[in-house]
């Protein structure tokens, strides 16, 4: 059963994802890409990464959105072609495809409703020029990663995994406490297997370039300023109930910690990073 996540919570993350993901890491997927790429987007949610990748791409392009959540797919929809006609791009949708218009050449995107978790091996990796996906390495299992690293012979991005830099400003006796929980949390099985959460992006560099991929990578922490009052409420409420619900001895601590933190915010004191890195794996030819 794969883990689920409401396109509200992408929409008030996609700010950051954007300020976050790493260009310098684009332009070199950029660089080896054909003239007319062809990409499939693992966990595509609600296209976030194609709002961000597609214009650094810069050329004609199409897309396999892929999901498991067919509802965060037609969201995804209805969000490209309204962030494309704010870009000024017409959008017209031939069949189940939608094209985007743009000065650059045409951007086609489909939809794919599946679930990954059960065998990489089946899905339509070859018929694409390179596997990317954002938000995704750190709920998998080493031993999907191990799959789909034998399915792949094309370039493989993979943007945005929690690495567990993380750091609360200011500073709590707790914090502790919490990362323990919500680490004890980001392991749990998502539907892929005992999942790797935080150990993700440098379990994925060793797997690469054990198979001779050429592995480049690069940090892309969320910076949540003070102001970001909405979400830094989501992330103090979630990183609590993650805590008390792997650590329920440290309850009254966990729930304290959360008022102290919850104070904070109203008063524009606390402000986070959030730790992440990108990978960009490539095959020796
Ligand atoms: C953290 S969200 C990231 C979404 C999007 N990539 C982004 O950057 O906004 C993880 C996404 O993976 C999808 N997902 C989780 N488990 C899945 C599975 N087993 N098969 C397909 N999609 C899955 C979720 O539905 C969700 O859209």
């Not at 070199?28 to 961000?52: H, K, M, N, Q």
């Not at 012979?153 to 709590?172: E, H, I, Q, T």
């Not at 601590?253 to 008022?259: L, N, P, T």
Request: proline residues 7%; positive net charge; glycine residues 6%.
């Amino acid at each position: 059963m794969s883990e689920t996540f409401s396109a509200d919570w992408l929409s008030l993350r996609e700010p950051f994802d954007r300020a976050a993901r790493s260009p310098r890491l684009a332009a070199a997927l950029a660089e080896v890409l054909p003239t007319r790429p062809r990409l499939i987007d693992l966990g595509a949610g609600t296209g976030s990464l194609f709002r961000w990748l597609a214009p650094r791409l810069a050329r004609p392009q199409a897309w396999t959105l892929v999901d498991a959540d067919a509802d965060l797919l037609d969201e995804a929809f209805l969000r490209i072609a309204t962030w494309a006609e704010g870009q000024g791009y017409r959008v017209t949708t031939p069949g189940r495809a939608m094209l985007v218009h743009t000065p650059q050449g045409a951007w086609r995107v489909e939809a794919l409703a599946r679930d990954v978790a059960t065998d990489p091996q089946r899905l339509p990796l070859r018929e694409h020029d390179a596997v990317v996906c954002s938000a995704l390495l750190d709920l998998v299992s080493a031993h999907w990663l191990e799959m789909l690293s034998f399915a792949l012979d094309s370039p493989f991005a993979a943007f945005l995994s929690v690495d567990g830099r993380d750091a609360w400003l200011p500073r709590d006796a707790d914090d502790r406490l919490i990362a323990r929980g919500f680490a004890r949390d980001m392991g749990r099985d998502k539907g892929f297997g005992p999942a790797l959460g935080p150990r993700a992006p440098a379990r994925a560099r060793r797997l690469f370039a054990a198979r001779g991929f050429r592995v480049l990578a690069a940090p892309s922490d969320w910076i949540i300023p003070r102001v970001g009052h909405a979400m830094l409420t989501t992330m103090v409420t979630g990183h609590a109930t993650a805590a008390a619900a792997a650590l329920p001895a440290f309850a009254d601590r966990i729930d304290a910690w959360r008022e102290r933190r919850l104070t904070q915010i109203a008063r524009g004191r606390l402000a986070l990073r959030i730790g992440h890195h990108d990978l960009l794996a490539l095959p020796r030819s």
